[in-house]
């Protein structure tokens, strides 16, 4: 079956901007998880869905930042007035539900540069 | 909230060799351990994980883990690298929402 998918693959905008990054999580995956990935860093945590809500968005770093999951499916990371300091890979994953130790599957991550 | 400890930036081991990542963990309960595997390009692949019960944890790809909660560490191991283990490699803990801290990861470089 399909894994996790991640549109677009790179972004590339100016400083300022607002982006949208999206996430198609694996078929009936109820959890959906964003993480972000600076050079030379681990992944980290930014915010979890349990289906359409919400569950922990203290990864967030600031207000600039917020996602959706309007159907409990997609999730979109919007990002508003962009900085430079926002460039990273974006990586989303999703797992059967949210009780540790499900596995996540990640997707390839969406590389955003801001200029 | 949970952390994860990676002492090694980077690793270079000969082809055939024995390989061992080091790990330690900061977590107030029961730790959800994870090893993850991320080659160029690709994304993140999990290697194994621990939840309960035996401490000694077989994965993927030929690799294990043992959990030591007095230690507080879950390093990873591999008895007889392959060129193509060269990657990063990242530790992880798991809350309780299942949303997982890693460390800054471990390149390991394999040489021939």
């Known amino acids: 079956g399909a894994g996790v998918s991640q549109t677009p693959s790179n972004k590339v905008t100016e400083k300022g901007k607002y982006v949208e990054l999206r996430c198609d999580p694996i078929s009936g995956h109820t959890a959906l998880y964003w993480y972000r990935q600076s050079l030379g860093q681990g992944p980290e945590f930014l915010i979890y869905?349990?289906?359409?809500?919400?569950?922990?968005d203290s990864g967030l770093p600031n207000d600039r930042f917020f996602a959706v999951r309007p159907e409990g499916s997609v999730s979109t990371l919007k990002i508003q007035r962009t900085e430079r300091g926002d460039s990273a890979v974006y990586l989303c994953?999703?797992?059967?539900?949210?009780?540790?130790?499900?596995?996540?599957?990640f997707g390839p991550g969406t590389r955003l540069t801001v200029l | 909230a949970q952390s994860v400890t990676q002492p090694d930036i980077h690793i270079t081991v000969s082809e055939g060799a024995s390989l061992e990542l080091r790990c330690n963990y900061s977590?107030?309960?029961?730790?959800?351990l994870f090893w993850y595997v991320q080659s160029p390009g690709q994304g993140l692949q999990l290697l194994l994980k621990?939840?309960?019960?035996?401490?000694l944890v077989q994965g993927i790809k030929g690799f294990e883990a043992e959990f030591k909660r007095s230690q507080s560490s879950f390093n990873l191991r591999k008895p007889s690298v392959h060129w193509s283990d060269a990657a990063e490699y990242f530790c992880a803990v798991g809350g309780y929402n299942n949303d997982m801290r890693f460390g800054a990861g471990t390149r390991l470089t394999v040489k021939p």
């Open positions: 621990y939840f309960s019960g035996d401490t």
């Open positions: 994953a999703s797992s059967v539900g949210s009780s540790p130790p499900d596995t996540q599957y």
């Open positions: 977590y107030g309960a029961t730790p959800y």
């Open positions: 869905f349990q289906g359409t809500g919400a569950a922990d």
